[in-house]
């Protein structure tokens, strides 16, 4: 790190505490899941063992404020990072999706859940309310989405900066939005949401898919060196890291996988919330060692197209 000769710029310090930012969100996020699964009950507190079937659970339970302002923080974070890399267009492109992790809620219950809702054996099913909210959640997501998609738009035309990276993420965050509007409000396809995302049958389950696939390919890039003109390039050790990380996500993602489509051969063992605690782990490993990796970067990325300096 610099000596306290070199005091670090503005850009400096944004970057390193963004990047270090989505350790802390992992954290709380766990944190809060790890509290739910050995407390019954809040009022009275009445504590015991009863883990959550999934991280996705604590939306149904009194973390569900936790678990939705974790995913909202670590989007904007995601955008934030911006800049012209194949790596921070795979970050955009997980920022797109990371709401709708929130937003859409898992179609498996917990007993714990106001409203709970018992499901047929084969059928996942959702409390009536959170239908609502999760279309209610989807509208707003929509009209966030055009309004920065034509306000981005617009800065780069006012300021003469083309960047075709930036276009390709506006052009998913339309296509994911009409997608899962008409999912949520066309009649014609509407009927069994949010159940109704052909193959895999839940929107959430495909959303939480897309992003840990999507982010699965950043450590894989950054493994290979420097991404950027003057970035700090990743030691042999934090290479070695990153492919470790990138390769045991797929992994989990695999077994996740495995764990809902044979969600009854599993029985009342808690996989899918093991999974998603190994990808959440694994997804702030990688930031943890980006933080001290780039710390003393001087020139953080940006969506601004680098122009030559004058003589």
């Known amino acids: 790190m610099a000596g ?3 005091p670090a710029t503005t850009g400096q310090k944004t970057h390193r505490y963004l990047r270090l930012s989505l350790v802390l969100i992992v954290f709380t996020l766990l944190v809060s899941v790890a509290l739910q699964s050995i407390v019954v009950t809040w009022e009275p507190l009445i504590v015991g063992w009863h883990p959550l079937s999934s991280i996705s659970h604590a939306f149904y339970t009194p973390a569900r404020d936790i678990f939705v302002g974790a995913l909202i ?27 709708l992790i929130a937003i ?3 179609g498996l219950a917990d007993s714990r859940a106001v409203g709970h809702l018992t499901c047929p054996v084969l059928t996942d099913c959702l409390p009536s309310e959170s239908i609502g909210t999760a279309k209610a959640g989807i509208a707003v997501y929509a009209i966030a989405v055009v309004a920065v998609t034509v306000t981005m738009a617009m800065i780069r035309r006012r300021t003469r900066t083309p960047n075709r990276s930036a276009r390709l993420v506006s052009i998913i965050a339309i296509v994911t939005t009409v997608i899962v509007v008409a999912l949520a409000f066309w009649p014609a396809l509407n009927e069994n949401f ?18 840990f696939g999507v982010f699965a390919a950043v450590p894989i890039l950054y493994a290979g060196g420097p991404l950027e003109p003057g970035e700090t390039p990743p030691t042999p050790r934090q290479r070695s890291i990153y492919r470790w990380i990138a390769g045991l996500l797929i992994a989990d993602l695999l077994l996740l996988v495995a764990a809902l489509l044979f969600r009854q051969a599993f029985g009342e063992t808690p996989v899918v919330l093991v999974g998603e605690a190994v990808a959440l782990i694994l997804f702030a ?4 060692v980006q933080t001290f990796q780039r710390w003393d970067d001087a020139d953080p990325p940006s969506i601004i197209a680098r122009r030559s300096l004058p003589a």
């Open 4 to 6: 306290a000769d070199s």
């Open 73 to 99: 923080a670590a989007s904007v974070v995601l955008l934030a990072l911006s800049g012209r890399s194949r790596a921070t267009t795979l970050l955009d492109v997980c920022a797109v999706f990371a709401p």
């Open 104 to 106: 859409v809620p898992t």
């Open 194 to 211: 949010p159940f109704n995302f052909w193959p895999v049958h839940s929107i959430h389950f495909a959303v939480t898919l897309v992003f």
């Open 285 to 288: 490993a990688f930031w943890w």
